[in-house]
């Protein structure tokens, strides 16, 4: 898609919905078609949909860092409601997963 039409037609329905009037006075009003109108705001809407699910679904986590040093540091601890697990070696995911499935079933 050519990126000055797109701009443009960016722009175009912007304007229109700004506008206050239907899309088909809005279109007689700008000489455009209406069929014109729609087969670029679905063009845009698309193209807006598809970069979005292309986007990331991750979200970076960032801990406080602890003013104390631990003596005895956990790698990683899971509470979940009365029961509590802790791992001293975080690299081992299988057991806190076998953990959380267990509780679960509680």
Known sequence: MDQGNRALWKERIQ?????????????????IKKSTFYYWKKQLHT??????????????????????PLENPVGLQITW?????????????SLAIQFIRQVQQL
């Not at 304007?15 to 000489?31: D, K, P, T, V, Y």
């Not at 009365?82 to 975080?90: G, H, I, V």
């Open 81 to 93: 409601g009365k029961f509590s697990f802790t791992l001293s070696d975080e690299k081992d995911c």
């Open 15 to 31: 304007e229109q919905a700004s506008s206050g009037i239907s899309m088909a006075a809005w279109c007689r009003q700008n000489h």
């Open 47 to 68: 193209e807006s949909r598809e970069i979005q699910s292309c986007a990331p679904q991750f979200a970076k986590l960032e801990l406080p860092i602890s003013p104390v």
